[in-house]
């Protein structure tokens, strides 16, 4: 007879070989955990992100400076081109006032056609001085219509430029006077500048000059100082004056970062990066370029207007950019840091996970041994027969009590088909209880086993289908019933007695309730 009920089988160990393997395979799987990629992409956005903010502040930044430079160069060159052109035009005044005075010019007429110059000399002398001292000029030369010295001022010093006398007869015919260009005199190793001025006789009718006056300046004196100052000054900053000869710049300034180049350095026009170059060759925004030293520059090129002088202000990448380099240094070190201590965080928390898996992972272990050790007891010292079979009805595991009771040892029941330990009757509903079983799940009936010397033993079975790694096995729980099988039959046996008592008896017999 089959008979189903609910009754739930829990035991781990009966499992055999295949289990344990599969145990063994999961816990080796728990012991590495899966990339965590969420973190690692977090981590690489991040660090890719304040990478990509640090660069875009520096070119920013960068360029944000490159302007404002370029602006205050700009500002420096107009400044320094008008303060030239001032200068300019304030000697050329000197020239105008000078050569418009006539008392002073008539003394000069005088002294130069008198039969006795000697005697107007100190006045000559005199008005010489005032010149040089209150215009604050390096010489003065009375040069006659022969292009004769016939006075100076200081007396110490007669030379003029001897490279005026080639020219000397053109500058007799100037109706003004005229600034020249920066020169060095022969045995004179200064450079200078000349403010010729000529002496026209003006109040006879005469439009020719009889003499002119040479005002010798000194640019290292009043020139140079106006170029190199700065409304703040720099580390590299500078102003240079510079004008184009045949196919070079020559620089007409003393440079700041080279001495005693005025008139020696040279350069080709067709430098490309060189500031004078393309000043000459009439460039005029502000830009970047290479100085004459060799030296990255951001520069701004002028005119000077009624010159042949190109003006270049200019200041050093260097200077522009060190304090967005410190700035940078600091930026890299804070993205560094920030970088760390993401990378730190998202490592603790990855951290945290891990030691969280392990200690679940150890815990879940711990209870899984205790469980085990649990029912290894159970399954040890139990009073029912339990045993694990495949589809094939193969007993794969069994316990010590099964072992006991069919007389056998570990080796010869484990691998033991159910259709040996069966009774012949009992062999007869195998079939139909294995089905039962395989379609329900689970099943309980009652049935005869044989024992190794041959005896039978009368079973209640609770079976119950598991499967394990998608492999179906039968584990069930069979409990020996010889003893209520014997109570049942002694039963039995009084009922017949009584019952034939009752029915044979001459004497009339009543059971009452």
Request: hydrophobic letters at 40%; one cysteine or more; aromatic letters at 10%.
């Amino acid at each position: 007879m089959i008979r189903s009920f609910n009754f739930t089988f829990r035991c781990d160990d009966i499992k055999g070989k295949t289990q344990r393997k599969r145990r063994a395979l999961m816990i080796l799987h728990k012991q590495k955990p899966a990339t965590p990629w969420l973190l690692v992409v977090l981590f690489t956005i991040v660090a890719a992100s304040s990478i990509l903010l640090g660069i875009f502040y520096y070119r920013s930044h960068k360029r944000s400076l490159v302007r404002d430079t370029g602006l205050e160069l700009s500002a420096i060159a107009d400044l320094k081109v008008n303060q030239i052109a001032q200068w300019r035009n304030e000697r050329l005044g000197d020239a105008r006032l000078i050569g418009g005075n006539t008392p002073f010019v008539k003394l000069l007429y005088n002294y130069l056609h008198e039969m006795k110059p000697s005697e107007l000399y100190p006045d000559v002398a005199a008005s010489l001085k005032s010149i040089a001292v209150y215009a604050e000029y390096k010489n003065v030369y009375l040069i006659d219509s022969l292009g004769r010295v016939r006075g100076n001022f200081p007396g110490n010093d007669s030379l003029y430029d001897e490279n005026l006398k080639e020219v000397f007869p053109e500058l007799l015919k100037l109706k003004t006077g005229i600034l020249t260009d920066f020169f060095r005199a022969k045995n004179v190793s200064p450079v200078y500048m000349n403010l010729v001025i000529p002496l026209v006789n003006t109040w006879r009718n005469d439009s020719s000059a009889f003499g002119l006056l040479l005002v010798r300046i000194d640019p290292a004196e009043v020139l140079y100082p106006l170029l190199q100052t700065w409304p703040v000054p720099g580390k590299t900053t500078e102003s240079l004056l510079a004008r184009q000869e045949g196919e070079e710049v020559i620089y007409l300034s003393e440079l700041r970062f080279r001495k005693n180049s005025e008139l020696e350095l040279r350069k080709p026009v067709s430098a490309e990066k060189l500031p004078a170059a393309m000043a000459v060759r009439g460039e005029k925004a502000t830009t970047d370029g290479i100085d004459y030293r060799g030296a990255p520059v951001i520069a701004s090129m002028r005119k000077v207007p009624g010159s042949p002088w190109f003006l270049v202000a200019k200041v050093n990448h260097s200077e522009v950019f060190t304090a967005l380099n410190d700035q940078m240094t600091m930026i890299v070190i804070i993205i560094i840091l920030f970088i760390l201590t993401i990378g730190m965080l998202l490592g603790i928390i990855e951290w945290n996970e891990n030691a969280r898996f392990y200690r679940e992972k150890y815990e879940t272990e711990l209870d899984r041994l205790a469980l085990r050790k649990h029912f290894d007891y159970i399954l040890k010292y139990a009073n029912d027969i339990i045993f694990l079979t495949d589809r094939n009805m193969t007993i794969i595991e069994a316990n010590d009590r099964a072992f006991e009771a069919y007389q056998r040892t570990r080796e010869e029941l484990l691998g033991m088909s159910l259709y040996k330990i069966r009774s012949p009757e009992a062999l007869k509903t195998l079939e139909v209880e294995s089905q039962i079983l395989d379609e329900r799940g689970y099943a309980t009936y009652e049935t005869v086993h044989v024992r190794k010397d041959g005896t039978f033993m009368p079973l209640e079975i609770s079976a119950r289908k598991v499967e394990i790694e998608g492999v179906k096995y039968f584990q069930a729980i069979c409990r020996d019933i010889t003893e209520r099988k014997r109570a049942e039959e002694t039963l039995r046996e009084s009922e017949g007695r009584f019952r034939k008592i009752f029915e044979e008896s001459p004497i009339s017999i009543a059971m009452t309730g």
